[in-house]
């Protein structure tokens, strides 16, 4: 039976509450210390894809050359502010972000406080292993995000011009949504495998599943590629391809082998 006895709506609501208020105290805390230190960060963290000396320009262009291929040349991006108050705006909605995603495993551990008086000792094992799991694998997608997909698809976004009479600038509001909407989105994708094991463990979802569906899963993250990377450069389509598709093989290893409708393929 699980340790806490039964409490009211009122007592259950006091202690969502005391939750939340906890996590917006440790958000805020952490905002103001990336409000202070947002003019370094954002220097040699969010505009770092900018500068053509950028760690995974030079990484691309090294693979590239190992590979025989021609390098992905030089690349920079001039980023403007169009409104007076851009600067500050950007500088308090960059902090709050960043508090976000540096106190991630916080809020979640803070949630799974509230949560865990109601599970069995059975279900908080297997919980703690996903929270641990569920952590690792979202700042393993925001590492991607940033050192992958992000500089691919901004640097094909800056270059992109539909008409030759067209100057391409930047604004700096749009960069930094794009940043933080990538490292979110990013960070979202690499729980999939946990999403799977969840499924797995509750019956809905079986291994059967991924051996069948495999060869269309190639093709849709195929398709996903290529979304991300237009430019038809098969090395850059290659290098996203590659985690994506590892995300699919390692869902696949983390669900239990039960019997399918299925056969494999």
């Known amino acids: 039976m699980p340790e806490q006895q ?49 760690i995974s320009y030079r990484a691309f262009d090294a693979a590239a050359a190992a590979c025989g291929l021609p390098p992905m040349g030089s690349f920079s991006i001039d ?22 995603l540096v ?22 094992k297997g919980i703690r292993k996903a929270f641990i799991f569920g952590n690792l694998m979202f700042y393993v997608g925001v590492a991607a995000a940033y050192f992958l997909v992000f500089p691919l698809t901004v640097r094909f976004l800056a270059e992109f011009t539909l008409s030759d009479s067209i100057r391409p600038m930047v604004t700096l509001d749009s960069y930094v949504e794009y940043f933080f909407t990538m490292m979110l989105i990013m960070g979202a994708v690499f729980e999939l495998p946990l999403l799977a094991w969840l499924l797995g463990n509750i019956g809905i979802l079986s291994r059967g599943f991924f051996s069948t569906y495999r060869r269309h899963a190639i093709v849709a993250i195929l398709i996903i590629a290529a979304f991300i990377t237009p430019t038809g450069d098969p090395f850059s389509l290659f290098i996203v391809f590659t985690p994506i598709y590892l995300l ?15 056969e494999n393929s």
Request: hydrophobic share 55%; aromatic share 12%.
């Open 6 to 54: 039964a409490l009211s709506f009122w007592q259950h609501l006091d202690d969502l509450r005391s939750v939340l208020f906890r996590i917006v105290s440790v958000i805020l805390v952490a905002a103001i210390a990336a409000f202070c230190l947002m003019p370094m960060l954002f220097d040699n963290v969010l505009m770092a894809a900018c500068h053509p000396d950028f």
């Open 79 to 100: 980023i403007i502010s169009t409104e007076l108050t851009s600067q500050l705006m950007v500088q308090l909605s960059a902090s709050c972000w960043t508090a976000f």
């Open 103 to 124: 106190s991630f495993p916080i809020i979640i551990y803070l949630l799974w406080g509230f949560v865990e008086p109601a599970l069995y000792p059975d279900e908080k």
């Open 248 to 262: 699919w093989e390692l869902s696949a290893s983390l669900v239990p082998a039960t019997s399918s409708n299925h």
